[in-house]
């Protein structure tokens, strides 16, 4: 499966690297892409993986996610 999760406060490639970090350590993401200029993180992850803690794993780089 694939989600596009837009964000706020992610402004600079260090924090999207913050991002892509702790996004990649939930478990079933199989990729991630983080994108300061679109103000999104793309998501590749198995089937039963959960979107709460995809979007907790974003939040806890003191990114805010939008829905």
Known sequence: MQKKIYVAGMFDDATAKKVDTAVRGVSGVTNVAAN??????????????????????????G?????
């Open 36 to 61: 300061t200029a679109k103000a999104q993180v793309l998501v590749d992850f198995n089937d039963g993986t959960s979107e709460d803690a995809i979007e907790n794993a974003i939040k806890s780089t």
């Open 63 to 67: 990114v805010d996610v939008l829905n």
